[in-house]
């Protein structure tokens, strides 16, 4: 009798194992026919397929999207226009009060040094990247980009962020398409996704209460569509989210996306890193957050490809997760390996250390069998 007992337990496991399967398996059949998926099936996907069966059906979809042998990269620099900043978001080690010790604000003569050091090593983007900064309005950032324009017309200008550009909209009593218009006239080429965190506002009131609310990132976004100005989406995970939240942004980036106007490029392309705690009020206030795993760190790459299917291009950040883990996501569905970042000041104070030269990357790409594609700010190969 307790013999038939657990034979039966044994035989309603090895069911319930074969419909979960047979779920698993259409739910990535429909997500290999670029069909979107919805958030309770991404949610089943994370909770249920196995690593191997994400990265395989996120490789395959990245093949059909992109050309499967390349893998592009870019040389690049992140200059920080100052780091004064009145956010506080608790996960950022790198601002400071304006007006306190260490405030500081980068003058022409640095410009001009870092970006001839970046002309020589063969890069031509300027990441500009500011903070909430109260004393520099829209005419700051108009002279600023006008300048750097006249004095390197061959440079493009990938600067700012939804949080920026809502903040000086506010403080200027402007519209969000009026600020973007003159900064786009003044030398603006493309928006970064920066600041996104995660677009749930349960979460951004948590870890960046003072930074603009989802609908509001999401609106500079949409307006910056309309533009056709080239923008790019973030997630920052890891920190207090869930994963149902996390897969509410994905699907909300995607929604946005899928809604431009006809011929506007939209976002170019996604990419997720985790959250570096080292040092942060975050991780004083929530001493239990787990840093991401290099296996969890994959598996949302994967997972954003598999969401992901209607934006072309998905970069894994080596920058946070180190050359070995970025050589992984290549085959989870990333076929963009971003930037050589000469320099980088915000996840680096936090503890994210790595480093690459163009030599390096173009010898990380090759070893894991891909050709190295160097690229243009907008995914267009550099010439
Ligand atoms: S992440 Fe950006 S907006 Fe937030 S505090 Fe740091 S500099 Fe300011």
Redesign the pocket.
């Known amino acids: 009798m307790k013999k038939n007992i657990s034979v039966n337990i044994e035989i309603g496991k090895m069911q319930i194992f074969i419909e979960m399967q047979k779920m698993t398996e259409s739910i990535l059949d429909k997500a290999l026919s670029l069909e979107f998926i919805s958030l309770d099936e991404a949610k089943y996907l994370y909770k249920h397929a196995t690593l191997g069966d994400l990265m395989s059906v996120a490789h395959q979809i990245r093949n059909i999207l992109n050309n499967p042998q390349q893998v592009s990269w870019i040389v690049d620099r992140n200059v920080n226009i100052s780091?004064r900043?009145?956010?506080?978001?608790k996960?950022?080690n790198?601002?400071v009060k304006p007006g306190s010790d260490g405030a500081y604000i980068t003058t022409e003569a640095e410009y001009d040094e870092k970006i001839n050091a970046l002309i020589e090593k063969g890069g031509n983007q300027l990441l500009l990247?500011?903070?909430?900064d109260p004393k520099a309005g829209l005419d700051f950032y108009v002279s600023l980009f006008s300048d750097l324009k006249k004095r390197f017309p061959q440079i493009k200008l990938h600067a700012l962020g939804p949080?920026?550009v809502h903040f000086i909209a506010q403080r200027s009593k402007l519209s969000v398409e009026e600020v973007l218009k003159t900064l786009v006239a003044a030398g603006l080429d493309s928006l970064p996704g920066?600041?996104a965190e995660i677009l749930v506002d349960r979460v951004r009131t948590i870890v960046?209460p003072n930074?603009c609310t989802s609908d509001e990132w999401l609106n500079v976004m949409r307006v910056a569509h309309t533009l056709n100005l080239c923008t790019s989406a973030t997630m920052m995970f890891g920190h207090v989210e869930t994963i149902d939240e996390r897969i509410e942004h994905l699907i909300k980036i995607r929604e946005l996306h899928q809604n431009r106007p006809e011929g506007a490029s939209g976002f170019s392309a996604f990419i997720a890193w985790p959250f570096q705690k080292s040092g942060t009020v975050l991780e004083r206030d929530f001493p239990e957050i787990q840093t991401v795993s290099g296996e969890e760190y994959i598996r949302m790459v994967a997972l954003s490809r598999i969401v992901l299917v209607n934006i072309k291009n998905i970069q894994a950040s080596w920058l946070t997760v180190g050359k070995d883990i970025g050589q992984m996501c290549l085959f989870a569905g990333a076929n963009d390996l971003g930037s050589i970042m000469i320099e980088e000041n915000?996840v680096s104070a936090a503890g994210a250390h790595y480093t690459m030269t163009a030599e390096q990357m173009v010898a990380t790409i090759e070893e894991a069998g891909f050709t190295p594609l160097k690229r243009n700010q907008d995914y267009t190969p550099y010439l």
Not at 85 to 89: L, P
């Open positions: 780091n900043c009145v956010c506080g978001c996960f950022c790198f601002h990247q500011g903070g909430l949080a920026e920066a600041g960046s930074k915000v």
